[in-house]
Protein backbone atom coordinates (compact mmCIF):
# COMPACT_ATOMS: atom_id res chain seq x y z
CA UNK A 1 0.00 0.00 0.00
CA UNK A 2 1.11 3.62 -0.54
CA UNK A 3 2.38 5.66 1.91
CA UNK A 4 0.39 8.34 1.28
CA UNK A 5 -3.25 8.52 2.65
CA UNK A 6 -4.22 11.16 0.33
CA UNK A 7 -2.51 11.35 -3.39
CA UNK A 8 -3.94 13.14 -6.44
CA UNK A 9 -2.84 13.21 -9.85
CA UNK A 10 -3.53 16.33 -12.71
CA UNK A 11 -6.64 16.36 -10.30
CA UNK A 12 -8.21 19.84 -12.38
CA UNK A 13 -11.50 21.27 -12.36
CA UNK A 14 -13.28 23.66 -14.74
CA UNK A 15 -16.20 26.08 -13.65
CA UNK A 16 -17.30 26.37 -17.15
CA UNK A 17 -14.51 27.88 -19.18
CA UNK A 18 -13.06 28.99 -15.81
CA UNK A 19 -10.18 27.03 -14.45
CA UNK A 20 -10.25 26.89 -10.95
CA UNK A 21 -7.47 23.87 -9.83
CA UNK A 22 -5.29 22.66 -12.35
CA UNK A 23 -3.14 19.67 -12.56
CA UNK A 24 -2.91 19.30 -8.58
CA UNK A 25 -0.84 16.55 -6.95
CA UNK A 26 -1.26 16.13 -3.53
CA UNK A 27 0.85 13.62 -1.83
CA UNK A 28 -0.51 13.55 2.23
CA UNK A 29 1.97 10.84 3.58
CA UNK A 30 0.12 9.14 6.50
CA UNK A 31 0.47 10.63 9.95
CA UNK A 32 1.39 14.29 8.68
CA UNK A 33 -0.46 17.07 9.62
CA UNK A 34 -0.86 18.76 6.51
CA UNK A 35 -1.56 21.94 5.81
CA UNK A 36 -3.23 23.74 2.65
CA UNK A 37 -2.59 27.05 2.67
CA UNK A 38 -3.34 29.73 -0.24
CA UNK A 39 -4.92 32.78 -0.15
CA UNK A 40 -9.02 33.41 -0.25
CA UNK A 41 -9.63 32.27 -3.39
CA UNK A 42 -6.92 30.13 -4.54
CA UNK A 43 -8.94 26.89 -5.19
CA UNK A 44 -8.57 24.94 -1.74
CA UNK A 45 -12.32 24.65 -1.13
CA UNK A 46 -13.25 23.34 -4.22
CA UNK A 47 -10.45 21.00 -4.00
CA UNK A 48 -11.16 19.92 -0.48
CA UNK A 49 -14.63 19.02 -2.34
CA UNK A 50 -13.30 16.98 -5.04
CA UNK A 51 -11.39 14.68 -1.94
CA UNK A 52 -14.72 14.27 -0.06
CA UNK A 53 -16.60 13.17 -3.33
CA UNK A 54 -19.07 16.20 -3.19
CA UNK A 55 -17.76 17.85 -6.45
CA UNK A 56 -16.15 15.86 -9.37
CA UNK A 57 -12.90 16.69 -11.06
CA UNK A 58 -13.03 17.64 -14.90
CA UNK A 59 -10.08 15.54 -15.03
CA UNK A 60 -7.36 13.76 -12.96
CA UNK A 61 -6.92 10.98 -10.04
CA UNK A 62 -7.58 11.13 -6.39
CA UNK A 63 -6.56 7.83 -4.12
CA UNK A 64 -7.48 8.35 -0.69
CA UNK A 65 -6.30 5.32 1.40
CA UNK A 66 -5.63 3.91 -1.82
CA UNK A 67 -8.82 3.92 -2.99
CA UNK A 68 -10.47 5.88 -5.63
CA UNK A 69 -12.54 8.37 -5.74
CA UNK A 70 -15.48 9.00 -6.28
CA UNK A 71 -15.20 5.42 -7.73
CA UNK A 72 -14.96 3.84 -3.83
CA UNK A 73 -16.40 7.03 -2.28
CA UNK A 74 -18.74 4.91 0.12
CA UNK A 75 -15.84 3.11 1.69
CA UNK A 76 -13.29 6.30 1.51
CA UNK A 77 -16.25 8.05 3.73
CA UNK A 78 -16.21 5.55 5.96
CA UNK A 79 -12.69 6.26 6.99
CA UNK A 80 -12.93 10.10 6.63
CA UNK A 81 -13.81 12.66 9.22
CA UNK A 82 -14.78 15.79 7.02
CA UNK A 83 -15.24 19.38 8.23
CA UNK A 84 -16.63 21.65 5.65
CA UNK A 85 -16.43 25.10 5.46
CA UNK A 86 -19.88 26.22 5.23
CA UNK A 87 -22.49 26.38 8.50
CA UNK A 88 -24.47 23.70 9.19
CA UNK A 89 -28.18 23.40 7.72
CA UNK A 90 -30.14 21.01 10.01
CA UNK A 91 -30.92 24.52 12.13
CA UNK A 92 -33.36 23.01 14.24
CA UNK A 93 -31.30 19.91 15.70
CA UNK A 94 -30.19 20.20 18.75
CA UNK A 95 -26.31 19.71 18.99
CA UNK A 96 -27.05 16.44 20.36
CA UNK A 97 -29.33 15.23 18.04
CA UNK A 98 -27.13 16.25 15.41
CA UNK A 99 -24.20 14.48 16.81
CA UNK A 100 -26.13 11.55 17.43
CA UNK A 101 -27.75 11.43 13.80
CA UNK A 102 -24.43 12.11 12.09
CA UNK A 103 -23.36 9.37 14.04
CA UNK A 104 -25.66 7.12 12.75
CA UNK A 105 -25.52 7.97 9.54
CA UNK A 106 -21.50 6.80 9.77
CA UNK A 107 -23.16 3.30 10.92
CA UNK A 108 -22.99 3.73 14.32
CA UNK A 109 -25.23 1.81 16.17
CA UNK A 110 -27.87 4.01 18.28
CA UNK A 111 -26.02 3.47 21.97
CA UNK A 112 -22.18 4.42 20.45
CA UNK A 113 -24.15 7.08 18.57
CA UNK A 114 -24.86 8.65 21.62
CA UNK A 115 -21.62 7.90 23.90
CA UNK A 116 -19.48 9.47 21.16
CA UNK A 117 -22.11 12.26 20.77
CA UNK A 118 -21.60 13.34 24.81
CA UNK A 119 -17.66 12.54 24.24
CA UNK A 120 -16.99 14.71 21.90
CA UNK A 121 -19.28 17.70 23.30
CA UNK A 122 -17.43 17.46 26.25
CA UNK A 123 -13.94 17.35 24.08
CA UNK A 124 -15.03 20.09 21.68
CA UNK A 125 -16.10 22.69 24.26
CA UNK A 126 -20.13 22.67 23.80
CA UNK A 127 -21.26 20.22 26.28
CA UNK A 128 -23.08 22.80 28.33
CA UNK A 129 -25.17 23.68 25.01
CA UNK A 130 -26.11 20.30 24.44
CA UNK A 131 -30.13 20.66 23.84
CA UNK A 132 -29.34 24.33 22.52
CA UNK A 133 -30.82 24.30 18.37
CA UNK A 134 -28.15 24.72 15.82
CA UNK A 135 -29.77 27.89 14.43
CA UNK A 136 -29.05 29.91 18.56
CA UNK A 137 -25.12 28.83 18.21
CA UNK A 138 -22.74 31.68 17.44
CA UNK A 139 -20.67 30.94 14.43
CA UNK A 140 -17.45 29.76 17.03
CA UNK A 141 -20.07 27.34 17.99
CA UNK A 142 -21.35 25.86 15.55
CA UNK A 143 -17.63 25.61 14.17
CA UNK A 144 -17.12 23.43 17.35
CA UNK A 145 -19.54 20.90 16.33
CA UNK A 146 -18.63 20.51 12.90
CA UNK A 147 -15.41 19.76 14.55
CA UNK A 148 -17.25 17.32 16.61
CA UNK A 149 -19.22 16.19 13.98
CA UNK A 150 -15.81 15.55 11.95
CA UNK A 151 -14.34 13.53 14.89
CA UNK A 152 -17.98 11.16 15.18
CA UNK A 153 -16.89 7.35 14.50
CA UNK A 154 -13.19 7.83 14.87
CA UNK A 155 -12.01 8.35 11.35
CA UNK A 156 -8.33 8.03 10.66
CA UNK A 157 -8.12 10.74 8.48
CA UNK A 158 -9.20 14.67 9.11
CA UNK A 159 -9.77 16.57 6.42
CA UNK A 160 -10.44 20.39 8.08
CA UNK A 161 -11.47 23.31 5.80
CA UNK A 162 -10.94 26.76 7.50
CA UNK A 163 -11.52 25.24 10.96
CA UNK A 164 -10.53 28.02 13.22
CA UNK A 165 -12.19 30.99 10.63
CA UNK A 166 -14.62 31.65 13.39
CA UNK A 167 -12.70 30.71 16.53
CA UNK A 168 -11.25 33.36 18.89
CA UNK A 169 -7.84 33.53 19.70
CA UNK A 170 -8.22 31.02 22.72
CA UNK A 171 -10.48 28.86 20.62
CA UNK A 172 -7.95 28.66 18.28
CA UNK A 173 -4.80 27.81 20.29
CA UNK A 174 -7.21 24.88 21.81
CA UNK A 175 -7.47 23.61 18.51
CA UNK A 176 -3.84 23.82 17.73
CA UNK A 177 -3.59 21.16 20.88
CA UNK A 178 -6.45 19.11 19.91
CA UNK A 179 -5.08 18.78 16.35
CA UNK A 180 -1.47 17.97 17.50
CA UNK A 181 -2.98 15.20 20.08
CA UNK A 182 -5.10 13.78 17.67
CA UNK A 183 -1.69 13.53 14.91
CA UNK A 184 -0.08 11.97 18.57
CA UNK A 185 -2.75 9.49 18.27
CA UNK A 186 -1.63 8.38 15.01
CA UNK A 187 -4.43 10.10 12.93
CA UNK A 188 -3.61 12.13 9.49
CA UNK A 189 -5.24 15.80 9.55
CA UNK A 190 -5.62 17.94 6.33
CA UNK A 191 -6.44 21.19 6.83
CA UNK A 192 -6.88 24.10 5.29
CA UNK A 193 -6.28 28.14 6.10
CA UNK A 194 -4.82 31.07 4.46
CA UNK A 195 -2.48 31.89 7.65
CA UNK A 196 0.80 31.18 7.70
CA UNK A 197 1.16 31.40 11.50
CA UNK A 198 -1.47 29.15 12.33
CA UNK A 199 -0.09 26.29 9.62
CA UNK A 200 3.10 27.35 10.97
CA UNK A 201 2.46 26.06 14.62
CA UNK A 202 0.39 22.74 14.07
CA UNK A 203 1.38 21.73 10.90
CA UNK A 204 4.25 19.40 9.55
CA UNK A 205 3.66 19.36 5.97
CA UNK A 206 2.64 21.89 4.10
CA UNK A 207 1.49 22.28 0.55
CA UNK A 208 1.29 26.23 -0.78
CA UNK A 209 -1.49 26.14 -3.45
CA UNK A 210 -2.11 30.02 -5.45
CA UNK A 211 -4.67 30.67 -8.42
CA UNK A 212 -5.17 26.87 -8.59
CA UNK A 213 -1.94 25.20 -8.39
CA UNK A 214 0.55 23.74 -6.16
CA UNK A 215 3.73 25.97 -6.00
CA UNK A 216 5.28 23.92 -3.49
CA UNK A 217 4.87 20.70 -0.90
CA UNK A 218 7.11 19.28 1.16
CA UNK A 219 7.56 19.04 5.34
CA UNK A 220 7.59 22.66 7.14
CA UNK A 221 11.13 21.88 8.58
CA UNK A 222 12.61 21.25 5.15
CA UNK A 223 10.84 24.89 4.15
CA UNK A 224 11.55 26.67 7.02
CA UNK A 225 14.83 24.81 8.00
CA UNK A 226 14.78 26.26 11.68
CA UNK A 227 13.24 25.04 14.43
CA UNK A 228 10.25 27.37 15.52
CA UNK A 229 9.50 26.74 19.35
CA UNK A 230 9.09 30.48 20.91
CA UNK A 231 6.00 32.37 20.71
CA UNK A 232 4.86 35.57 22.11
CA UNK A 233 2.37 35.55 24.90
CA UNK A 234 0.34 38.90 25.74
CA UNK A 235 -1.99 38.24 28.64
CA UNK A 236 -3.84 40.87 31.17
CA UNK A 237 -1.65 39.41 33.73
CA UNK A 238 1.93 39.03 32.73
CA UNK A 239 3.31 37.95 35.93
CA UNK A 240 0.47 35.09 36.76
CA UNK A 241 1.04 33.89 32.94
CA UNK A 242 5.18 33.56 33.91
CA UNK A 243 4.34 32.22 37.40
CA UNK A 244 2.37 29.27 35.44
CA UNK A 245 4.70 28.71 32.50
CA UNK A 246 7.53 28.76 34.52
CA UNK A 247 6.55 25.29 36.56
CA UNK A 248 6.39 23.27 33.52
CA UNK A 249 8.36 20.88 32.16
CA UNK A 250 7.72 21.74 28.31
CA UNK A 251 9.12 25.22 29.00
CA UNK A 252 13.04 25.99 28.78
CA UNK A 253 12.58 29.54 29.11
CA UNK A 254 9.92 32.13 29.96
CA UNK A 255 10.36 35.72 30.63
CA UNK A 256 8.62 39.70 29.92
CA UNK A 257 10.48 41.63 27.22
CA UNK A 258 8.90 44.78 25.41
CA UNK A 259 5.24 44.45 27.04
CA UNK A 260 5.11 40.94 26.23
CA UNK A 261 6.04 37.45 27.64
CA UNK A 262 8.77 34.99 25.25
CA UNK A 263 8.18 31.58 25.97
CA UNK A 264 10.68 29.24 24.39
CA UNK A 265 9.71 25.52 24.33
CA UNK A 266 10.37 21.90 24.00
CA UNK A 267 9.26 20.91 20.83
CA UNK A 268 8.65 17.45 22.16
CA UNK A 269 5.50 18.69 24.06
CA UNK A 270 4.20 20.82 21.94
CA UNK A 271 0.58 19.45 22.34
CA UNK A 272 0.64 19.51 26.39
CA UNK A 273 1.43 23.31 25.98
CA UNK A 274 -1.15 23.72 23.87
CA UNK A 275 -3.56 21.79 25.79
CA UNK A 276 -2.88 22.93 28.77
CA UNK A 277 -2.13 26.88 28.20
CA UNK A 278 -5.42 27.85 26.90
CA UNK A 279 -7.23 25.73 29.52
CA UNK A 280 -4.95 27.78 32.08
CA UNK A 281 -5.96 31.12 30.30
CA UNK A 282 -9.70 30.62 30.75
CA UNK A 283 -9.64 29.07 34.38
CA UNK A 284 -7.73 32.21 35.75
CA UNK A 285 -10.29 34.69 33.55
CA UNK A 286 -6.88 36.04 31.82
CA UNK A 287 -7.33 38.02 28.64
CA UNK A 288 -5.47 36.90 25.61
CA UNK A 289 -5.03 39.57 23.44
CA UNK A 290 -2.01 37.90 21.19
CA UNK A 291 -0.66 34.77 20.38
CA UNK A 292 1.93 34.01 17.88
CA UNK A 293 5.03 32.26 16.77
CA UNK A 294 8.04 34.66 17.99
CA UNK A 295 9.13 35.10 14.53
CA UNK A 296 7.56 33.84 10.87
CA UNK A 297 10.05 32.50 8.50
CA UNK A 298 7.48 30.56 6.72
CA UNK A 299 5.93 33.60 6.00
CA UNK A 300 9.07 35.18 5.03
CA UNK A 301 10.18 32.62 2.99
CA UNK A 302 6.92 32.24 1.46
CA UNK A 303 6.59 35.99 0.12
CA UNK A 304 9.99 35.94 -0.77
CA UNK A 305 10.23 33.21 -3.02
CA UNK A 306 6.23 32.95 -4.39
CA UNK A 307 5.24 36.20 -3.94
CA UNK A 308 2.26 35.56 -2.06
CA UNK A 309 0.60 38.48 0.03
CA UNK A 310 -0.88 36.58 3.34
CA UNK A 311 -3.97 38.26 5.48
CA UNK A 312 -4.29 37.72 9.43
N1 LIG B 1 -19.51 26.65 -8.34
C1 LIG B 1 -18.65 27.56 -8.78
N2 LIG B 1 -18.80 28.18 -9.98
C2 LIG B 1 -17.94 29.09 -10.43
N3 LIG B 1 -16.84 29.51 -9.75
C3 LIG B 1 -16.61 28.94 -8.55
C4 LIG B 1 -17.50 27.95 -7.99
N4 LIG B 1 -17.02 27.58 -6.79
C5 LIG B 1 -15.90 28.31 -6.60
N5 LIG B 1 -15.65 29.12 -7.64
C6 LIG B 1 -14.51 30.05 -7.78
O1 LIG B 1 -13.32 29.33 -7.72
C7 LIG B 1 -12.29 30.07 -7.06
C8 LIG B 1 -11.72 29.21 -5.94
O2 LIG B 1 -12.69 29.07 -4.92
P1 LIG B 1 -12.44 28.24 -3.59
O3 LIG B 1 -13.63 28.42 -2.72
O4 LIG B 1 -12.05 26.86 -3.95
O5 LIG B 1 -11.18 28.98 -2.98
P2 LIG B 1 -10.57 28.93 -1.54
O6 LIG B 1 -9.10 28.83 -1.70
O7 LIG B 1 -11.24 27.89 -0.72
O8 LIG B 1 -10.93 30.36 -0.98
P3 LIG B 1 -11.57 30.81 0.41
O9 LIG B 1 -10.46 30.73 1.39
O10 LIG B 1 -11.99 32.22 0.12
O11 LIG B 1 -12.72 29.89 0.68
C9 LIG B 1 -12.93 31.33 -6.55
O12 LIG B 1 -12.56 32.38 -7.41
C10 LIG B 1 -14.42 31.05 -6.66
O13 LIG B 1 -15.13 32.22 -6.93
Partial sequence: MSDYVIETRNLTKFFGKRNVVYHLNLKVPRGAVYGFLGPNGAGKTTTIKMLTGALKPTYGEIKIFGMEMPRERVE????????????????????????????????????????QARELMAYTGVGRLAFNRIKELSSGQRQRVIFAMALMGDPELLILDEPTSNLDPLGRMEFTGKV???????????????????????????????????????????LINIESTDYDVVVSDASKLLAFLREKVYVREAWEEEGLVRVKLDERFLDDFFLELPAFIASEKLALKLFKPHTSPLERILTERFNVRWEE
Fill in 180 to 222: LELARAGKTIFVSSHIVSEIERTCNHVGLIKDGQLIEQGRVRD
Fill in 76 to 115: IIGKVGYMPEKPLAYDDMTIFEFLTYMGRLKGLSREEAIR
